[in-house]
T-cell receptor, first 115, second 112 residues
Framework: GAVVSQHPSRVICKSGTSVKIECRSL??????MFWYRQFPKQSLMLMAT?????????EQGVEKDKFLINHASLTLSTLTVTSAHPEDSSFYIC???????????FGPGTRLLVL | QKEVEQNSGPLSVPEGAIASLNCTYS??????FFWYRQYSGKSPELIMS????GDKEDGRFTAQLNKASQYVSLLIRDSQPSDSATYLC????????????FGAGTQVVVTP
């Protein structure tokens, strides 16, 4: 149980385009989902908290207008990287705790390369 | 900035030996603690969670928590080459429910 999927697993795009990443909890409901970013040789950095039915909350230094988050249902959150630039190239990972639990289960991640 | 600190390694462990991983955290309000394993190029996978002081065992893994010392550890017994990975310590942040703060990770290399 507690499976989280992400799509796509890998994306290459041109600078200035937007990229949408989906995160789904497959066998449980998640009121809250989290989006992380991981640069090479570094640990995970929390970007934002996605809340079903309300606005996402962003960590300090993360631009909310650049990283748009929509938590459309109890099993789906999307992250859209708008006007992507090469410095946005990273490994984006979502996580979700089953509602009421603190244990987070991670999706397989999306590797974004902006040319 | 609240911190979670781990030795970066690499920690080289002979096959069959015990790997000992340490983690200290600075936020005294943290209540939940997790160990994740991350293979190169992959996302983290949960190994263990621990919430109260003492030891918690699950198969070859034992987590130890000492809140007074703000210290959490992970022991891997009978280490296997497949255990070679980066181990991430994560603690819940006191400022918001559910948010985790991660250490930089300890790379473990199990040598046959």
């Amino acid at each position: 149980g507690a499976v989280v999927s992400q799509h796509p697993s890998r994306v290459i795009c041109k600078s200035g385009t937007s990229v949408k990443i989906e995160c789904r909890s497959l066998d449980f409901q998640a009121t809250t989902m989290f989006w992380y970013r991981q640069f090479p040789k570094q640990s995970l950095m929390l970007m934002a908290t996605s809340n079903e039915g309300s606005k996402a909350t962003y960590e300090q230094g993360v631009e909310k207008d650049k990283f748009l988050i929509n938590h459309a249902s109890l099993t789906l959150s999307t992250l859209t990287v708008t006007s992507a630039h090469p410095e946005d190239s990273s490994f984006y990972i979502c996580s979700a705790p089953p509602t009421g639990e603190e244990t987070q289960y991670f999706g397989p991640g999306t590797r974004l390369l902006v040319l | 900035q609240k911190e979670v600190e781990q030795n970066s390694g690499p920690l080289s462990v002979p096959e069959g030996a015990i790997a000992s991983l340490n983690c200290t955290y600075s936020d005294r309000v943290s209540q939940s603690f997790f160990w994740y394993r991350q293979y190169s190029g992959k996302s983290p996978e949960l190994i263990m969670s621990i919430y109260s002081n003492g030891d918690k065992e699950d198969g070859r893994f034992t987590a130890q928590l000492n809140k007074a010392s703000q210290y959490v550890s992970l022991l891997i017994r009978d280490s296997q080459p497949s255990d070679s990975a980066t181990y991430l310590c994560a603690v819940t942040r006191g400022d918001s429910w559910g948010k985790l703060q991660f250490g930089a990770g300890t790379q473990v290399v199990v040598t046959p």
